[in-house]
């Protein structure tokens, strides 16, 4: 018999916390989806939980870190890049997790505009392509400063998807039909109901292919369809938190980020323990 097997909810987060504490600085890449920007954003959440302001100082060390892995070359993707950082960040403050002064993000708007109007692009998906540079400009339209770069790139990419609409490929569709629900319903963008209209009649959208099959990515993918699609109710989003497996230490997890790692481990259990809610999950 495996030990973790007789260990409580909590236990287990106290677990995945330990070996985030001994991982999180050492991950690679400072990534929202798989790197220290997500380790980041569960400590937020477990210092809450615990009212330990230890974790929150060890999230506020990642960020730093994770800044100063960044350059003005850094790759501006989603999953990996400046992209995801950034939402990431914005998340944070509108949670009231991270206070600040300045505009930490001020640095990466050069970098992601240059992504959005003069880079090659590689497709519409949101972890690698302009859907994903669409995410962060819709993060940075509550800042004045920004907003007006912010209206500017996500035009471009409205435009772009209109133009090549016909031609977007089925496992890209369901990211580009959640970036033009969040735009119109986020920042009130009437010009794109036509095309969100259009996108609706796509079959393929409710297959987030960019989500892998996992227990982390199951319980995203069912919480995602209920937002968007509106095809999953909130009996199956609980029976999943319900029938969470024990944490196998023996068997970690792909990596520590969101979502194949601990730091999504732990935010899925602080959900089960109903000491968070779903807003970390579209993230993803």
Not at 199 to 213: G, I, P, Q, V
Request: proline content about 2%.
């Amino acid at each position: 018999m495996q030990q973790y097997q007789s260990m409580t909810m909590e236990e287990q987060l106290s677990q995945v916390a330990n070996m985030l504490l001994l991982n999180g600085t050492l991950t690679e890449s400072p990534g929202l989806v798989h790197g220290k920007m997500g380790v980041a954003i569960f400590f937020f959440h477990y210092a809450q939980y615990t009212e330990n302001m230890l974790f929150a100082d060890y999230a506020v060390d990642l960020i730093g870190e994770m800044q100063n892995q960044i350059h003005l070359n850094s790759p501006a993707d989603y999953e990996k890049g400046i992209a995801g950082i950034g939402v990431g960040i914005d998340y944070l403050i509108r949670n009231d997790f991270l206070l600040v002064e300045d505009d930490i993000c001020e640095d990466f708007d050069q970098r992601m505009v240059r992504a959005v109007m003069y880079d090659p692009w590689q497709d519409f998906s949101m972890y690698d392509g302009l859907t994903g540079y669409g995410r962060y400009w819709i993060s940075r339209l509550r800042y004045q400063e920004p907003a007006v770069q912010a209206q500017e790139c996500l035009g471009y990419i409205v435009r772009l998807l209109e133009e090549n609409l016909a031609d977007i490929p089925s496992e890209e569709q369901t990211d580009v039909y959640c970036f033009l629900y969040d735009l119109q319903r986020i920042s009130g963008y009437e010009s794109c109901n036509g095309l969100l209209e259009q996108c609706r009649k796509w079959e393929a959208k409710n297959s987030f292919s960019r989500l892998e099959d996992s227990t982390i990515s199951n319980f995203i993918r069912k919480v995602q369809s209920s937002r968007y699609l509106n095809d999953t109710n909130q009996n199956e989003i609980d029976t999943i938190l319900n029938q969470i497996e024990d944490l196998d230490t023996e068997k970690p997890p792909v990596s520590m980020g969101l979502l194949t790692g601990y730091a999504g481990e732990g935010l899925l259990r602080l959900e089960a323990l109903r000491k968070t809610d779903h807003s970390w999950t579209f993230l993803l």
